[in-house]
């Protein structure tokens, strides 16, 4: 198993880094091609949300993207560190549930928060942590079994 873990200031523009990180590992990984693109708008929406919520709850707290190979599976984590406060939060969890719902957003109003469907609808499995001061959530996706070679575990930071 190997963990690629990359910090980054709660600034959108880091996140097409983190994207372009996230399908470079994925690749490497193993990660069918056709699901890259998957992978690489799952990982800019979870990081975008987390930007956001970053921004207005804890500018100074860098967000976590973390990478891993785990085998025969490809797990993307991005964590939050927003107030418990935070009202999205909250919502998160069910909307998630929610979303696995095959009836879950068919002829209701459009969730508040679009996002965590998006990525509900591009991840094979999504789960939602409360964790500390904040959220994460794991992406997993299968791998095809092809893997081009491991990842030398190693850590990144953008300010």
């Known amino acids: 198993m190997t963990t690629v873990t990359v910090r980054f200031s709660a600034l959108p523009a880091h996140v097409r880094t983190a994207r372009l990180v996230a399908a470079a590992v994925a690749r490497r990984s193993g990660v069918d091609e056709g699901v890259l693109d998957e992978v690489r708008l799952a990982v800019g929406e979870a990081c975008s949300r987390a930007v956001d919520l970053h921004q207005r709850h804890s500018p100074d707290v860098p967000v976590t993207l973390q990478l891993t190979d785990a085998g025969t599976s490809f797990r993307v984590e991005v964590v939050d560190a927003a107030s418990p406060d935070a009202e999205p939060d909250a919502s998160l969890v069910d909307l998630a549930e929610t979303a696995e ?59």
């Open 101 to 159: 719902s095959p009836d879950g957003l068919d002829g209701g109003a459009l969730p508040s928060n679009v996002g965590i469907a998006v990525i509900s609808g591009l991840v094979d499995d999504l789960a939602v942590e409360r964790r500390g001061d904040g959220l994460a959530l794991r992406m997993t996706w299968p791998l095809s079994g092809s893997a081009k070679g491991g990842v030398a575990p190693t850590s990144a930071t953008a300010s």
